[in-house]
T-cell receptor
Framework: KNQVEQSPQSLIILEGKNCTLQCNYTVSPFSNLRWYKQDTGRGPVSLTIMTFSENTKSNGRYTATLDADTKQSSLHITASQLSDSASYICVVSRFNAGNMLTFGGGTRLMVKP | DGGITQSPKYLFRKEGQNVTLSCEQNLNHDAMYWYRQDPGQGLRLIYYSQIVNDFQKGDIAEGYSVSREKKESFPLTVTSAQKNPTAFYLC??????????FGPGTRLLVL
């Protein structure tokens, strides 16, 4: 079964600290993996996208890694800001499946002053 | 939110009533999607359309209906057959094999 599991479900950190969110997937055949940020009551916004051959990709203070062998990805947030408080969703697409996506349940991050 | 708009932001449904959620995009995308989001769960696909006048059922289509008469518009109707409609509904669109861009969402509540 194609699944995407994220951990932790929720996380609280102090402003300025770093954190790492995890994503494990069983989606096959793998095409690409995306991390989305979703503010409360808003639609998700894409942060990064990685294909099979990419190990790491950065977008400002966000750095995503991908290990296609172990089917794991992580999202590292550096020097967190209050505006980073949101849900972070890991999304995997299958090769030759059109643009059909499998979504993780998300990690809810709260950054406190 | 890109060039995708959803309305209304909040919608209240009475028992036995059909309600329609609007989704419009000006990104010239061929594909459009409707998702349902419940607390603590991943987004689940309700319906999708890859071209005008054609649409396909997703994983949880029962109790919902859609139409795709124009490229820019993909309205979703929540029918009275949907017994648990309270959720956050997200519309998305994409170009061919591209990232899906999401609208701001509609929260549906049952009175």
């Amino acid at each position: 079964k194609n699944q995407v599991e994220q951990s932790p479900q929720s996380l609280i950190i102090l402003e300025g600290k770093n954190c790492t969110l995890q994503c494990n997937y069983t989606v096959s055949p793998f095409s690409n993996l995306r991390w989305y940020k979703q503010d409360t009551g808003r639609g998700p916004v894409s942060l990064t996208i990685m294909t099979f051959s990419e190990n790491t990709k950065s977008n400002g203070r966000y750095t995503a890694t991908l290990d296609a062998d172990t089917k794991q990805s992580s999202l590292h947030i550096t020097a967190s800001q209050l505006s980073d408080s949101a849900s972070y969703i890991c999304v995997v697409s299958r090769f030759n499946a059109g643009n059909m996506l499998t979504f993780g349940g998300g990690t809810r991050l709260m950054v406190k002053p | 939110d890109g060039g995708i708009t959803q309305s209304p932001k909040y919608l209240f449904r009475k028992e036995g009533q059909n309600v329609t959620l609007s989704c419009e995009q000006n990104l010239n995308h061929d594909a459009m999607y409707w998702y349902r989001q419940d607390p603590g769960q991943g987004l689940r696909l309700i319906y999708y359309s890859q071209i005008v006048n054609d649409f396909q059922k997703g994983d949880i289509a029962e109790g919902y209906s859609v139409s795709r008469e124009k490229k820019e518009s993909f309205p979703l109707t929540v029918t009275s057959a949907q017994k648990n409609p309270t959720a956050f509904y997200l519309c998305a669109s994409s170009g061919r094999q591209e990232t899906q861009y999401f609208g701001p969402g509609t929260r549906l509540l049952v009175l």
